[in-house]
């Protein structure tokens, strides 16, 4: 069992929807990372956080460190949005080296 | 900056040759990895490394090596391609910050062994 799970797996959403991706970790973390990969490859980290929540742009990500969860929120999402969210975690005993889930794959239509 | 680099691109190998992914980052990052990325999987660690003269195996390092000789270059070594070894192959770079740690990546290095 991978111990970072996302659901879904694929999301399809019109224009305008309100996106939520979520995530969930069974192993203490000493943060939670949300990154981006578009069609083309290339990965961005999109946020990372410890605690609480953050906002940027249309994008806010929240984590509940007791309940070992967190989601992504998109609002007003937008074709440009479509791509892979991947959820991954670091630990503060493994200097960096980040665990993966599987990603979630999202087509926002015109 | 350049952040981080991975050449080449694109590469096809034929099973048994050798072949070195380049990796270097120019933001004085003592923290470096590689991933590795198959269809349908989350990515994977390969190696990684803390610093120069130092690298540490992640959960896939069989047929692979790296060797750190400065804080800039994080060269992965595949000594006899397989066609396992297809994938796509992500190298990193991170430093602290805050909590934890800043991750950058490179644009990544689509591998066929055929």
């Known amino acids: 069992k991978n111990e970072v799970e996302q659901s879904p797996q694929n999301l399809t959403a019109q224009e305008g929807e309100f996106i939520t991706i979520n995530c969930s970790y069974s192993?203490?973390?000493?943060?939670l990372h949300w990154l981006q990969q578009h069609p083309g490859g290339g990965i961005v980290s999109l946020f990372m956080?410890?605690?609480g929540k953050k906002k940027h742009g249309r994008l806010i990500a929240t984590i509940n460190i007791q309940e070992k969860h967190s989601s992504l929120h998109i609002t007003a999402s937008h074709p440009r949005d479509s791509a892979v969210y991947i959820c991954a975690t670091t630990r503060g005993s493994t200097l960096g080296r980040l665990y993966f889930g599987r990603g979630t794959q999202l087509t926002v239509w015109p | 900056n350049a952040g981080v680099t991975q050449t080449p691109k694109f590469r096809i190998l034929k099973i048994g040759q050798s072949m070195t992914l380049q990796c270097a980052q120019d933001?004085?990052?003592?923290?470096m990895y590689w991933y590795r990325q198959d269809p349908g999987m989350g990515l994977k660690l390969i190696y990684y490394?803390?610093?120069?003269?130092?690298?540490d195996k992640g959960e896939v390092p069989n047929g692979y090596n790296v060797s750190r000789s400065t804080t800039e270059d994080f060269p992965l070594r595949l000594e006899l391609a397989a066609p396992s070894q297809t994938s796509v192959y992500f190298c990193?770079?991170?430093?602290?910050?805050?909590?934890?740690?800043?991750?950058?990546f490179g644009p990544g290095t689509r591998l066929t062994v055929t």
């Open positions: 956080l410890s605690s």
């Open positions: 990193a770079s991170s430093h602290l910050r805050d909590v934890s740690y800043e991750q950058y």
């Open positions: 933001m004085n990052h003592n923290y």
């Open positions: 192993v203490g973390i000493s943060a």
């Open positions: 490394s803390v610093g120069a003269g130092i690298t």
